[in-house]
C-alpha cells in the first residue's frame, strides 16, 4: 500500500518527537503491508514548513530504514492567506516529492464560495488539491454536498484510514461510506502522527473497504491512485461519481393550531 498523508518526521510538528518515536511508526506501517510513505509535515501557523530540515530528517529516515520503507516527502498545506501567497511564488514546493498534485487541509470554519475560488486559483497554478479528510471538517459534516462541486471541477479527495473505522465517529464515518459510495473519494491514507492514538491502520482500513465495497475499490484508493500520486503520474480513469450526499427529506410542518394544542 501507498500512505501519502503522513506525519513521519520527527521534531517539526505534532508527529513524532524523537527519530526513535519515527522509525517506531515507519515499522507498524512496514508491518501491515505499507511500501510507500509520504511524509507530509504541517505548513500551517502553529507548525511552519521547515523545507531544509524536513529533507535532512528524511534522510535520516532513510538511512535507518535501509530501503524497507520508500518515503517521499509533501506537506500538509493549511489553506490560508498567507500560505496561498506564498504557494504562487513557487508552486511546487509543497507538492508531494514535486508533483503537480498537492495536499490541502481546511481550518475548521469553510467559507464554500470562497474556497471554490482558492480551489480554482491552486488549479491555475498547474497543481492539482488534494482535499484531505473533509470527512473531519465540522462545516461539511452538516452540509457536504460541496465537495461534489469540487470533486467535478477537478478536486480529488482523501479520507482518513481510521475514519472508516468508526475512530473519528459516527458522522465521520457515515460521510466517509457516503462519499465511497459515491466515488467521490480517490485515496484512503492514514494521517499517522504517532503510534497510540493517531496510529496509521492503513490495513484494517483496506479489509474493510474490500468487505464493503469491493477488492477493485480497495485497491483503487490504497494502492493505484496514491502510487500515480506518489510517482506525479496522471490518475488512472476512475468510476463515474455519481449522485448527491444527502437527500433531504422533506420537512413536515405542523399548522398552527397542532403546534398550539399538539
Ligand atoms: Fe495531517
Redesign the pocket.
Known amino acids: 500500500m501507498f500512505d501519502i ?3 513521519l518526521i520527527f521534531g517539526v510538528d505534532d508527529g513524532p518527537r524523537t527519530i526513535e518515536a519515527s522509525l517506531e511508526l515507519a515499522e507498524a506501517s512496514i508491518a501491515e503491508g505499507v511500501t510507500h510513505v509520504v511524509a ?1 509535515p ?1 505548513a500551517s501557523y502553529k507548525f511552519p514548513y521547515q523545507a531544509e530540515l524536513n529533507r535532512e530528517r528524511l534522510a535520516q529516515l532513510r538511512e535507518r530504514l535501509s530501503g524497507r520503507l520508500t518515503l517521499g516527502l509533501g506537506c ?1 498545506f493549511h489553506l490560508s492567506y498567507e500560505n496561498l501567497e506564498v504557494l504562487e511564488k513557487n508552486p511546487r514546493q509543497f507538492t508531494v516529492n514535486g508533483s503537480n498534485y498537492l ?1 490541502v ?1 481546511f481550518p475548521d470554519y469553510v467559507n464554500i464560495p470562497m474556497f471554490a475560488e482558492v480551489f480554482f486559483r491552486i488549479m491555475s497554478l498547474g497543481l492539482t488539491p488534494i482535499i ?2 473533509p470527512e473531519r471538517n465540522p462545516t461539511l459534516l452538516q452540509s457536504p454536498n460541496p465537495i461534489i462541486d469540487w470533486v467535478h471541477s477537478g478536486c480529488l479527495i482523501q479520507l482518513t484510514a481510521a475514519s472508516l473505522t468508526g475512530r473519528f465517529g459516527t458522522r465521520s464515518e457515515t460521510l466517509t461510506r457516503l462519499l465511497l459510495k459515491g466515488n467521490y473519494a480517490h485515496v484512503i491514507a492514514s ?1 499517522a ?1 504517532n503510534i497510540t492514538g493517531r496510529a496509521p491502520a492503513m490495513s484494517e482500513a483496506f479489509h474493510a473497504l474490500k468487505r464493503d465495497f469491493g477488492q477493485e475499490a480497495a485497491e483503487r484508493l490504497c494502492i493505484h491512485n496514491p502510487a500515480a500520486i506518489f510517482a506525479g503520474d496522471s490518475m488512472p480513469t476512475q468510476p463515474e461519481p455519481t449522485g448527491p450526499l444527502y437527500e433531504r427529506a422533506p420537512i413536515k410542518k405542523k399548522s398552527f393550531l397542532r403546534r398550539i394544542f399538539g
Open positions: 498523508h503522513y506525519h507530509t504541517h500538509d495536499l487541509e484531505t479528510h494521517d502522527h
